[in-house]
């Protein structure tokens, strides 16, 4: 994918947990959970506030 779009209210946090690069994140259907997978062999859930506090 090479275009970009342009999200309105977008709230930026930084999680750490991997010991090395994230090479996959994905959502759940409504937001509020986060899985992530890494070079160092791991996966982690994080539980994410839908209302960026």
Not at 8 to 27: D, Q
């Amino acid at each position: 994918m090479t275009e970009s779009i342009p999200f309105k209210n977008l709230h930026n946090r930084e999680y750490h947990g991997h010991k090395k690069k994230v090479h996959s994140v994905a959502w759940n259907c409504i937001g509020t959970k986060l899985a992530s997978g890494s070079v160092d062999q791991t996966a982690r859930i994080w539980h994410i506030d839908p209302h960026g506090h």
